[in-house]
């Protein structure tokens, strides 16, 4: 199996938190991996994420991408991987077609959705339902 780093250049709420997610330059007990994946979700760090991408390069092949990079992507999505472990992604994309930004297609994702809601019932029974809805941008 390969060990993948994620460095992200902004760190936000939705961020992974595992040992593998990195939000700056390596230090000198960072280990090698088998793969880096710069994950730019912002236009505004595309910048960061190429500088982050060049100081990375000796440990361990870099790939950089992210929706401010590739455009929204139409794979799914993998729990813990590039967004923090529990959170639900019931749509992709914005209805807000923004001039300054690449993701401009809104799918709801229905399976997802129910699943969430069902989830968010369940759980009610001892914690509060709290539905959050957070594009990133807008």
């Avoid at 910048?47 to 139409?74: F, R």
């Avoid at 300054?100 to 339902?129: D, E, G, Q, Y």
Wanted: positive net charge; proline residues 5%.
């Amino acid at each position: 199996m390969k060990r993948i780093a994620r460095v992200f250049p902004t760190k936000t709420s939705m961020c992974p938190t595992d040992k593998d997610a990195y939000f700056s330059m390596p230090d000198l007990f960072t280990p090698i991996y088998d793969e880096i994946h710069i994950s730019c979700t912002f236009t505004w760090d595309i910048k960061k994420a190429k500088q982050l991408a060049i100081v990375w390069k000796n440990h361990g092949e870099v790939k950089i991408g992210g929706v401010a990079i590739d455009g929204e992507s139409d794979q799914p999505m993998v729990e813990g991987m590039y967004l923090r472990k529990g959170v639900t992604i019931t749509s992709r994309g914005c209805p807000n077609n923004c001039s300054f930004c690449f993701v401009k297609k809104n799918l709801l994702n229905l399976t997802n959705f129910l699943l969430a809601i069902l989830s968010k019932i369940i759980t009610s029974l001892r914690v509060p339902i709290i539905i959050e809805t957070w594009c990133g941008i807008c």
